[in-house]
């Protein structure tokens, strides 16, 4: 006899791991390997957010501010919003599961595209809900089919913008008028883990499309442009207090840690050191996407940092092949490999393998 889950939990498949890079350097006989798998920053922190750290630390016998006052105030100041509008939580991961187990339960849908982010079909399960996925057109959401998906069942829809894993940007004419024929019933999400690396000015910011729109909120996260992945911080930013105070009711209290917090304040007053590293990951995006296009590769445009190889059965081969060189990538089925875009020599190193 065992204690048996929810059936439909039982079925959920089982978190695998990532190669580890000290792994894989072991196996091959390798100082290092080198991890372009998770869309991480290439950077270290900064040694002002070090400093943040250290001094948050010597008070962890403390529970965390749970309202986060500071870190919200300061987001708040940033954005031009009130702290009423803002729900943090631990990672946007956690917030998108917040989101889910707000608004959508047994019988109701969640709509997204495919492929997109490999967390939006987890939470929705979790929640009971039923997730809804409408087929990328061309390696870009397809916003006309996904309207007409929309039931009267519909209680979220997802808009990764940009598109992990494929890169991919919708602009604002086609966004607002998304927006404009959605339902006032359905709560639009536009996850933006990867705003700070969109230069192209026709790629709405989520927040300006939001004025005015009380059934639209905005996903963001410290875990890319601002290099704080391993503290998980993650929140949200919705036109009617009413949603975000909805979104901190299913947060587990405490769940964003005090240095986590200190350290996000930080990164926050040091956005132009931040926004420097950026510029020079867009530089190198721009260097590594017109070097595979030449290189004969399938590669959308991509807006975010990281790439996607289009190479469809040749998948695994192409990932494996970078792999027994120390480079770890994120293949998907036999759609197309993700590599993330690290520092110069990493991409050197990864534009090597793949012109032999
Ligand atoms: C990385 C990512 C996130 C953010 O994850 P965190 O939980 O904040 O680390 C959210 N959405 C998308 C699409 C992502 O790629």
């Known amino acids: 006899m065992s204690v048996d889950p929810r059936s439909d939990i039982r079925v959920l498949p089982a978190y695998k791991p990532g190669r580890s890079p000290a792994d894989l350097a072991r ?23 070090i400093e943040a750290i250290t001094r948050a630390a010597a008070e962890i016998n403390r529970y965390p501010d749970n309202g986060a006052v500071e870190l919200t105030a300061a987001l708040g100041a940033k954005y031009g919003v009130k702290a009423e509008q803002i729900a943090l939580g ?65 209680k979220i829809v997802f808009v990764c913008n940009p598109n992990n894993p494929t890169g991919t940007a919708v602009r604002r004419a086609e966004l607002t008028a998304f927006l404009d024929a959605v339902p006032p019933s359905v709560l639009v999400i536009l996850d933006e883990a990867y705003r700070e690396y969109v230069l192209d000015a026709d790629v ?19 875990s890319k442009a601002y290099g704080l992945a391993g503290l998980r911080v993650g929140y949200l930013i919705a036109e009617d207090p009413a949603v975000a105070e909805t979104v901190r009711k ?15 304040v930080a990164s926050l007053e040091a ?31 991509s807006h975010a940092n990281f790439v ?24 998907f089925g036999l759609e197309g490999v993700r590599i993330t875009i690290g520092s110069p020599q990493e991409n050197d190193m990864m534009l090597r393998v793949l012109r032999g």
């Not at 299913?250 to 996000?264: C, D, E, K, L, R």
């Not at 040749?314 to 293949?331: C, D, F, H, K, N």
């Open 90 to 154: 631990c990672g946007s991961v956690t917030v998108c599961q917040q989101i889910v187990q707000a608004y959508a339960g047994q019988g109701d849908a969640v709509l997204f595209a495919w492929r997109s982010f490999e967390a939006y079909p987890l939470v929705v399960a979790v929640s009971a809900a039923q997730s809804i996925m409408v087929p990328l057109r061309e390696d870009t959401h397809d916003l006309p089919a996904m309207l007409a998906a929309i039931t009267d069942n519909t």
């Open 308 to 331: 996607w190889l289009a190479v469809g059965e040749q998948t695994p081969v192409v990932a494996t092949s970078l792999e027994q060189r120390g480079l770890i990538v994120r293949p």
């Open 271 to 301: 956005s132009a050191e931040l926004a420097a590293r950026v510029a020079q990951t867009v530089a190198e995006r721009h260097r590594v996407q017109a070097e595979l296009v030449r290189l004969g590769y399938a590669v959308p445009e």
């Open 27 to 49: 196996e091959l006989g390798m100082a290092d390997a080198i991890k372009l798998a998770s869309n991480e920053n290439p950077f270290g922190p900064l040694p002002s957010v």
């Open 250 to 264: 299913t947060g587990m209290p405490f769940s964003v840690s005090s240095i986590a917090q200190a350290a996000a």
């Open 204 to 222: 709405p910011d989520g927040l300006e499309l939001m004025a005015g729109r009380p059934n639209v909120a905005v996903l963001r996260t410290f």
